[in-house]
């Protein structure tokens, strides 16, 4: 789990994610394995100016929890929108300037 998380964290510079700890900024994916599953992939037409891409579902994941709101129950969106863009740590910055 560390390299889906705190690794990858680490490795972006965001200090305020990747373990489960009080301040931190924690999603979670409650999953039922049992139910685990993905569709076909779909090209579908949703992207800017009408371009293409391709989507592909999934089940079994019962709900997706962002910065403390359920964001997902049962592959259905809540409307909560608690994200936001992220664009790199600081140390990301600075390793890309060089």
Same mark, same amino acid.
């Given at each position: 789990?560390?390299?889906?998380?705190?690794?990858?964290?680490?490795?972006?510079?965001?200090?305020?994610?990747?373990?489960?700890?009080?301040?931190?900024?924690?999603? @979670?994916?409650? @999953?039922?394995?049992?139910?685990?599953? @993905?569709?076909?992939?779909?090209m579908v037409e949703d992207l800017p100016a009408g371009g293409r891409g391709i989507v592909q579902s999934a089940t079994g994941y019962r709900y997706t929890i962002c910065s403390g709101e359920t964001t997902f129950v049962d592959g259905r969106h809540t409307g909560a929108l608690p994200g936001k863009l992220v664009r790199g740590g600081a140390r990301n910055h600075a390793e890309h300037r060089s």
């Open positions: 789990m560390r390299l889906q998380t705190r690794n990858t964290a680490e490795s972006y510079g965001l200090a305020d994610r990747g373990t489960p700890q009080v301040g931190k900024k924690v999603d @979670i994916n409650v @999953i039922d394995f049992d139910a685990l599953g @993905i569709g076909a992939p779909e």
